[in-house]
């Protein structure tokens, strides 16, 4: 095995696939603050809460094999973003239930880097994990979120409103889809 691809946990043609560290901190603090990025979301992230949210990466990880992944450009050995799988536990109909998603730095965008990274993260799911269920979510606004899940197989389920967005009528208006793997 080539010695740059021995850190990650698993590899498409052009991502690798690891788990979280320290030094990622300020490249996703930086994403986390990039509005063009965070579009469909209704805030900016501080740096506290980045950190947060990597350290529940970890723990998911430490628990369940996966989370959202931070991912390098092999080519170039650098983080563009994550990509990867997480427990979504919010008070739903299809919670608990695990989740594909992805965030990643604009200039990354319109080379198909989250479309191969996603195909990647269910053939681990179901490989590696023995999962046999993935659900992705968006607001009905995101067409290129939306876009990626139906290139990857992925089939609308249902509209439904998110819970965790019910104070903000851009974005509470969702769509469900799923896989079976």
């Known amino acids: 095995m080539d010695n740059s691809k021995r ?16 030094r990622d901190i300020q490249q996703m603090t930086l994403l986390n603050s990039d509005k063009k990025v965070m579009e469909f979301f209704p805030f900016l992230p501080s740096e506290k809460e980045t950190v947060e949210f990597i350290h529940r990466m970890q723990n998911q ?18 983080f563009i973003g994550f990509i990867g ?11 608990p239930c695990v989740d594909i998603g992805w965030r990643i730095h604009k200039k990354y965008w319109g080379q198909g880097l989250a479309t191969e990274g996603a195909l990647e ?3 681990y799911a179901k490989n590696d994990l023995q999962l046999n269920r993935i659900h992705s979510m968006a607001p009905k606004t995101n067409l290129k979120s939306i876009k990626v899940m139906e290139k990857i197989g992925m089939t609308y389920v249902k509209d439904f409103e998110h819970p965790k967005l019910k104070e903000n009528p851009r974005l509470n208006k969702c769509v469900l889809f799923a896989i079976n793997l």
């Open 7 to 22: 850190k990650y946990l698993f590899t498409s043609s052009r991502l690798g696939f690891r788990t979280w560290a320290h």
């Open 61 to 78: 990880f430490l628990e369940n094999g996966f989370c959202y992944f931070p991912v390098d450009l092999l080519e170039t050995d650098t």
């Open 85 to 95: 799988l997480s427990m979504q536990q919010f008070d739903s109909d299809f919670t």
């Open 121 to 123: 993260c269910l053939a």
